[in-house]
């Protein structure tokens, strides 16, 4: 059943969920200002203004906060787009729609979280893998969408491989250029991303 | 006057830059595993197999190392790219021109030196200036770019600023998911690339 996602502007976290993005959000600019070698449980207990021991109420330590927050980007990613993109059996529609709400997800969960989401290298070998396995499932289910696409004659003439690659480069970029406090608004940026790359690929 | 630099798949660098850029490479990846802060002289020493005295010889710490290796990166940008654009006049072909050979630069130096530009905060303030103008110029180049390209009515309706973006976006983009070791080869990436960014900006 498609959706009518285009008017949900602002899509919305319930009141735990903002509390607990902000704390990720907090833990992961450090993180991305310092690197994660080089930031302590006791830097992420200050900035949060949270004793060393309330920290560790919450977290076990820093590899496992590592891994919660990629994790909590990879289940919104989930939720806002990936099952509502199930839903939408139009592939033109869907394409459309995964890449405008990846985009306001990164903007409304700031750039850090989805910057952090290249840090595997620093997780556990079994958190490494359950988050590259979510990450290939994501880019699958973006190839299978072009791969439709393609079947339907609507694709440009492109390796999808590498199209794929270069939709996600756009949506993630923006965790790098976007600057919150001047610019766009957040749905202005999204339809600019969206509009850009399905030109990329739409014949 | 136009070149015709589509032929020319392979930039060459000399053999004394090709050591350079080695040195820099392996130090480049020994700080994008890292991070930053993480990674001592020490480190780097041992995984260029130098003596920390030798080490030292050629640079005089690790801030500065970081300077060098981002200036080099930008250098040959401005070397290989921005000079050679700037002879072609006709704003659509400069448009491609610039997108592939930055997309080769990326492929022929290694990802993390174009990863490591993005590490500025690191660097000392009057270090930062100097790169952070060094990038505004390019962004400079291609917005002006995309600009002529509107007067002559080949411009796709969509924000020049935030599509100058997201072109860089699907160049730098090659840094992070690129594998030398399997796949297309360099020059197909540097096309695809281009087919895409170009699609996605021109009527």
């Known amino acids: 059943m498609p959706t009518t996602p285009t008017s949900n502007k602002s899509q919305s976290l319930s009141k735990s969920e903002k509390r607990t993005a902000e704390i990720y959000r907090v833990a992961a600019n450090l993180i991305h200002e310092k690197g994660f070698e080089a930031t302590s449980m006791n830097d992420i207990a200050k900035r949060l203004k949270l004793t060393k021991a309330g920290l560790y109420y919450y977290i076990h330590g820093k590899r496992d906060l590592l891994y919660s927050i990629i994790k909590f980007g990879m289940q919104k990613l989930e939720e806002q787009v ?50 590259v396995a979510m990450k290939r499932d994501y880019m699958d289910f973006v190839r299978e969408t072009l791969r439709q696409l393609r079947a339907q004659k609507k694709l440009n003439q492109l390796n999808i491989n590498i199209a794929s690659m270069n939709i996600f480069a756009i949506i993630v970029g923006v965790a790098r250029w976007h600057n919150p406090k001047k610019g766009w608004s957040k749905s202005r940026v999204a339809r600019e991303i969206t509009k850009f790359a399905t030109a990329a690929v739409l014949r």
Chains 1, 2 share one sequence.
């Open 82 to 131: 990936i099952i509502p993109g199930m839903e939408i059996e139009d592939p033109e529609e869907r394409l459309k729609q995964i890449i405008e709400k990846h985009t306001l997800l990164i903007l409304e969960l700031g750039g850090s979280i989805s910057i952090l989401t290249d840090e595997v290298q620093s997780l556990t070998p079994p958190h490494r893998r359950i988050i």
